[in-house]
T-cell receptor, first 113, second 114 residues
Framework: AQSVSQHNHHVILSEAASLELGCNYS??????LFWYVQYPGQHLQLLLK??????LVKGIKGFEAEFIKSKFSFNLRKPSVQWSDTAEYFC???????????FGTGTQLKVEL | DAGITQSPRHKVTETGTPVTLRCHQT?????MYWYRQDPGHGLRLIHY???????DKGEVSDGYSVSRSKTEDFLLTLESATSSQTSVYFC?????????????FGPGTRLTVT
């Protein structure tokens, strides 16, 4: 079965710092990749997604992610974080066009003023 | 907003009692999912449905059952609640019409089993 690893469980940054959150998956075939964000007390919202084409995808709120097939990775980046980016971030993978998503365990990001 | 509502939003129940959570959608999507969210575990799939009366198990289905008698409603039942089922439960739908594989989530139900 496929798995998704998010190695950073808790990240604390100061405002304006750059962000990179790691996501690795274990599946050798076709994948569709997602990053979701969950603000405190809210439900998950889609941040960005990769299906095919340009491996650098841009999402909402200045976030981007790069799909590196050879490394089985889909890392999330933002050049300058804001206090309002404080949230939990989840990487998710759909494999082979199936019906399910597999989620990573999440990264809790805290941005300090 | 994908037109997903969950009820109740909060529930406290005692060990051994049955509990049913409801997910309702307004857009007639075929696929619906139930997840639980726990610290350190992310979201884990409990059950999902691919049509009326068509359901399948996820990775943490023990102790849970589901039913889907009409397109818009997907019910999750804990037959005899245990403390290990204290969690936040999210329902999700997958669009049939666009952005395949992408899931949209409901607001969640916080369940506490005492």
């Amino acid at each position: 079965a496929q798995s998704v690893s998010q190695h950073n469980h808790h990240v604390i940054l100061s405002e304006a710092a750059s962000l990179e959150l790691g996501c690795n998956y274990s599946y050798g075939g076709t994948v569709n990749l997602f990053w979701y964000v969950q603000y405190p007390g809210q439900h998950l919202q889609l941040l960005l997604k990769y299906f095919s084409g340009d491996p650098l995808v841009k999402g909402i709120k200045g976030f981007e992610a790069e799909f590196i097939k050879s490394k089985f990775s889909f890392n999330l980046r933002k050049p300058s974080v804001q206090w309002s980016d404080t949230a939990e971030y989840f990487c998710a993978v759909n494999t082979g066009g199936g019906n399910k998503l597999t989620f990573g365990t999440g990264t809790q990001l805290k941005v300090e003023l | 907003d994908a037109g997903i509502t969950q009820s109740p939003r909060h529930k406290v129940t005692e060990t051994g009692t049955p509990v049913t959570l409801r997910c309702h959608q307004t857009e007639n999507h075929r696929y619906m999912y139930w997840y639980r969210q726990d610290p350190g575990h992310g979201l884990r799939l409990i059950h999902y449905s691919y049509g009326v009366k068509d359901t399948d198990k996820g990775e943490v289905s023990d102790g849970y059952s589901v039913s889907r008698s009409k397109t818009e409603d997907f019910l999750l039942t804990l037959e005899s609640a245990t403390s290990s089922q204290t969690s936040v439960y999210f329902c999700a739908i997958r669009s049939d019409r666009e952005n395949p594989y992408e899931q949209y989530f409901g607001p969640g139900t916080r369940l506490t089993v005492t």
